[in-house]
């Protein structure tokens, strides 16, 4: 199977290069139209800031061809945030696959989210045969509102989507590749949709 | 519910681990990718390496360790140790550290933590800072602690978050290698100051300590080096133990 990791400059990549390693996975780092759309799996990290990412999305067509994917995609933290309309941050219009606003956390708690939070999860797609109530890692100051597509949840100044699903999209706000045993199985289980 | 992270620190010099471990069926207890896996089966939250060697090879050194440590660890980590510049941290970064703590560089240039939180996003800024009380007033210091500034750190900590920092690593100096627990009521004061993350570092001695610094510390997470390394507190047991004074806490044999 051929995995490929969407590359515009998207933070820490290589721990989820290795992460899909320990999987037994190759996964290409590329930013060429064709090798993404030709590919089995397709994984739209990011970390960083939404405005950037988004200028660097267009420079290479990024923006046009993600939404036209078919094949499954899975967004990991800013990565899942893009695939939704529009974000606060910076006020930027995302790619409109999932309808919703992200929003930024409340002053009312420490923002970033920095650490381990409790999600709790539909036991189907992603999180099968993860334990519900699993502990993952988030890093994340913008969040996605409870939505239809909403597939995780968890709680940090009220309930919030850390996972969405709509058709062949996934979204996963923590980070899988930092999220120990719990975070390889969403791996694993993505790999094997 | 966002639990408290419990983190050891792991001082590399040449890229071994400086201090000894005592831990059993630990073949090489110089090997930081080795000790570093040890931590994470235990339940370490994050790990902090931070680089205290000082040869021309350094660089080069440490960004081959941080690669290492990338492959075999699925936990966040953070590098720390000279780093001075975006182009450093650029390397560590792209190596797989997921957040890198500047300290001295930051308080001789400040907008360090500007141009860092600007290229990679404030997520992944830690700005570690080493604090003493003098006549009263907390001042911060330099070079692991060596030289006295006149920046006071109620500034210092407004500052750093302004200029885009993620996080604060706060090491009091006052503390450090007493064991008798973190610095709570400075730690207190601080979370009033600023509204980013705060990690609580020097002093740990026994488990007490830890719950005392998340409840009366308001800390968000607790570092510590010797208690870990020479085996006096084992984290498993340290997990449990504020679990039961219901703070909240990641346990991984149960929801690993």
């Known amino acids: 199977m051929n995995t490929v990791i969407i590359d515009y400059d998207a933070g820490n990549v290589k721990s989820l290069q290795f992460a899909l390693e320990r999987l037994g996975v190759e996964a290409v780092l590329t930013d060429d139209i064709e090798l993404i759309a030709g590919a089995d799996r397709v994984i739209f990290p990011g970390q960083g800031e939404a405005v950037s990412a988004m200028k660097k999305l267009k420079k290479h067509g990024l923006d046009q061809l993600i939404p036209s994917l078919k094949q499954p995609v899975l967004g990991i933290c800013l990565g899942m945030q893009l695939l939704c309309d529009e974000t606060e941050e910076g006020q930027t219009k995302g790619l409109g696959i999932v309808p919703t606003k992200v929003v930024k956390f409340p002053d009312s708690v420490k923002v970033p989210q920095m650490g381990w939070n409790i999600v709790t999860h539909s036991n189907t797609g992603l999180f099968q045969g993860i334990q519900q109530d699993c502990y993952m890692y988030l890093v994340h100051s913008y969040f996605v509102p409870i939505e239809p597509e909403t597939s995780a949840k968890s709680n940090y100044a009220g309930e919030y989507s850390v996972a969405i699903n709509k058709n062949n999209f996934y979204g996963v706000q923590f980070h899988p590749e930092k999220s120990s045993k719990a975070g390889s199985q969403l791996l694993e289980n993505f790999l094997k949709i | ?256």
């Open chain 2, 1 to 256: 519910m966002l639990t408290k992270r419990i983190i050891p620190c792991l001082d590399i010099k040449d890229g071994r681990t400086v201090k000894g471990v005592n831990f059993v069926n630990l073949r090489d207890a110089g090997d930081p990718v080795a000790l570093a896996k040890r931590y994470t089966t235990e339940g370490a939250d994050e790990l902090v390496f931070l680089d205290i060697s000082a040869t021309e090879q350094k660089r080069k050194t440490l960004a081959d360790l941080v690669l290492r440590v990338a492959a075999a660890l699925d936990i966040p980590f953070t590098v720390g140790g000279g780093v001075s510049s975006v182009a450093d941290a650029k390397i560590l970064l792209r190596n797989g550290a997921d957040k890198i703590a500047v300290n001295s560089a930051a308080v001789r240039t400040p907008e360090l933590i500007n141009e860092l939180s600007t290229a990679f996003g404030s997520q992944c800024v830690v700005v570690a800072i080493d604090a003493k009380k003098i006549d009263g007033r907390w001042m911060v210091h330099l070079v692991g602690g060596k030289v006295p500034t006149q920046i006071e750190l109620k500034d210092w900590v407004k500052e750093v978050e302004i200029r885009g920092a993620g996080e604060i690593l706060f090491t009091s100096m006052d503390h450090d290698g007493t064991k008798n627990g973190f610095a709570n009521q400075a730690l207190a004061e601080l979370s009033t100051l600023v509204n980013i993350p705060i990690i609580a570092s020097g002093g740990a001695g026994a488990t007490n300590h830890f719950a005392d610094t998340f409840k009366l510390g308001k800390a968000d997470a607790a570092l510590a080096a010797s208690v870990f390394h020479y085996g006096e507190i084992k984290i498993p047991e340290l997990k449990k133990i504020l679990k039961q004074e219901n703070i909240a806490i990641r346990i991984t044999d149960e929801n690993s």
